[in-house]
């Protein structure tokens, strides 16, 4: 059983940044691709960004944060990280990392674990 643990949210002002973490207990992240999703209240749950996990280069970003986020795998402490710059009022939700093993990177059905997610706030 892996279990998926969020870290790094919390309250910024527009423009600001924020680090999020994604690690992992239970067993290592290689092999498993790691998506992050987030949901915002009233919304359903968005594609952000994915990292394979056999090439730290292929990574893949929704549009609406592509230029500002970044996704990184570090083997060594077994977590994925979501590098957010440039924040917006509209990046605000609850941000959640989620691992599979195939399938579409985009599509939330495809992920087999979930983290329970680390709110993000931003303000105008």
Avoid at 32 to 53: D, L, N, S
Avoid at 100 to 123: K, P
Wanted: a neutral charge.
């Amino acid at each position: 059983q892996v279990q998926l643990v969020e870290s790094g949210g919390g309250l910024v002002q527009a423009g600001g940044s924020l680090r999020l973490s994604c690690a992992a207990s239970g067993r290592t992240l290689s092999g498993y691709h790691t998506g992050w999703f987030r949901q915002a209240p009233g919304k359903e749950r968005e594609f952000v960004a994915a990292i394979t996990w056999f090439d730290s280069s292929s990574t893949y970003y929704a549009d609406s944060v592509k230029g500002r986020f970044t996704i990184a795998r570090d083997n060594a402490k077994n977590t994925v990280d979501l590098q957010m710059n440039n924040l917006n009022p509209e990046d605000t939700a609850v941000y959640y990392c989620a691992i599979h093993r195939s399938g579409s990177f985009f599509v939330r059905g495809n992920y087999d674990y979930w983290g329970q997610g680390t709110q993000v706030t931003v303000s105008a």
